[in-house]
């Protein structure tokens, strides 16, 4: 019979496993609990073998965790990290009130957009800028003779409107005379199904209500009508009251805010307008008072299989132009657009839809030319449109 002899490689395999064993013993004992102080044992209780004095078995039962290792886990430490968030943030969340006194709401594309309105004359705002500047949803203040704000040290101050967005939902209120820190924003980009996120807001009048939930999705851009809102939905709940505070993320930072107009279509389900929509916005409204929107005069729709086929494009890409605004000094005239006309590409970029097309042009500069490339009749044409302000 002939002798073993391991080999190098079979060494070093041996020694990795017992390394690997080692580690395993290491991270096993450092992660038990450590043992009690005995002069900490209360009288009559023997904590290291589960039975008291008399001899009845005190150990938990099986499948409830000791409360020793909670009190110093990672429960614990998520526990304390999520109330030190919360209370940090919290102190730039105010509730807003107003009132109408019979006064009128104003004729705008909210309600064409967005539908039905809930009547609220109480919701919530989140500072968001230097000087006490606020924001909120437009739908809480729409029609406000006057609007007040009130923070978490319960005094109340009048609130001037600095401007509203009817096509997002949003409204800008300054409050020179509150002295609260602006939240910070974060990248609403970066946030995934899944992550978790926290509402804070007034609901039904509880000022500094907190709620928490997980993203169930971060594009929803067929909810309603208005084709520059998407909505990051989540489980965290948010009710009347909730409408205009803030959706924060585990850094604590403003990745949304929140809204309930949705609330009575989807029951159980939370919406929040999307950091990087809410922020441009707010910052249009802080220089402008408005929100300057790009527009040429066109209806658009979807390339259907039918109308790729006639036009020798495939179904799915470019935008469809189904009608053409009449009156004087429409661009989309002026440019010689017409129904039937299929938008491929935008400034050199393809068009991926009629809504991608129609955003392009709302954020491309007002007052100057935009090139567009359309198919007609199976040509390709190059087009160059003047880009106006949305009437």
């Known amino acids: 019979m002939s002798s073993f ?36 044992t209360p009288p009559g209780n023997n904590t290291s073998t589960g039975r008291s004095s008399d001899g009845v078995d005190s150990s938990p039962p ?32 105010v509730r807003v009130e107003h009132a109408t006194q019979g006064r009128t709401t104003p004729a705008d594309d909210l309600e064409i957009y967005f539908g039905n309105l809930p009547t609220e004359t109480m919701g919530t705002g989140v500072v968001v800028g230097a000087g006490g500047l606020v924001l909120t949803s437009y739908h809480v203040v729409r029609g406000a003779e006057n609007i007040e704000v009130r923070g978490g040290d319960q005094t109340t101050h009048t609130a001037e409107l600095v401007g509203y967005d009817p096509l997002t939902d949003l409204a800008l209120l300054k409050v020179p005379s509150m002295k609260l820190p602006a939240l910070a924003w974060g990248d609403s980009v970066a946030i995934a199904r899944g992550h ?39 489980d965290a ?55 300057p929107r790009g527009w040429i005069g066109v209806q658009l729709g979807a390339v259907s299989p039918r109308r790729g086929a006639m036009a020798g494009v495939e179904a799915g890409t470019g935008a469809y132009i189904e009608s053409v ?10 440019a010689d657009l017409r129904v039937a006309d299929i938008c491929t590409q935008f400034q050199g970029q393809p068009v991926s839809g009629p809504l991608g097309l129609i955003r392009a042009i709302a954020g491309h500069r007002i007052d100057t030319t935009a090139k567009l490339e359309i198919v007609r009749a199976g040509q390709t044409l190059q087009i160059n449109v003047m880009i106006v302000a949305r009437p």
Not at 64 to 93: D, E
Not at 211 to 223: K, M, Y
Not at 242 to 271: E, R
Request: glycine share 10%; charged share 10%.
């Open 5 to 40: 002899r391991p080999s190098r490689s079979d060494i070093v395999a041996g020694l990795s496993l017992v390394v690997a064993i080692l580690a395993l013993m290491w991270a096993s004992f450092t992660s038990s609990p450590p043992a009690s102080n005995p002069s900490e």
């Open 62 to 93: 099986v499948g409830i965790v000791n409360p020793a290792m909670l009190g110093s886990g990672t429960l614990a430490h998520l526990s304390h990290a999520s109330a030190q968030m919360i209370a940090r943030a919290s102190q730039s969340v």
């Open 196 to 234: 978790w996120v926290w509402a804070i807001g007034s609901p039904h009048g509880l000022d500094q209500s907190v709620s928490a939930g997980i993203v169930s999705s971060t594009n929803r851009p067929t909810l309603l009508d208005s084709p520059f809102q998407d909505f990051i939905q989540t």
């Open 237 to 291: 709940s948010i009710n009347p009251g909730s409408s205009g505070g803030p959706l924060i993320d585990a850094y604590g930072s403003l990745v949304g805010i929140n809204t309930a107009i949705a609330g009575d279509s989807f029951s159980g389900i939370g919406f929040a307008v999307p950091s990087h929509i809410a922020r441009p916005v707010f910052e249009r409204l802080r220089d402008h008072g408005h929100v």
């Open 325 to 334: 605004a009449s009156g004087n000094n429409v661009p989309a005239l002026q």
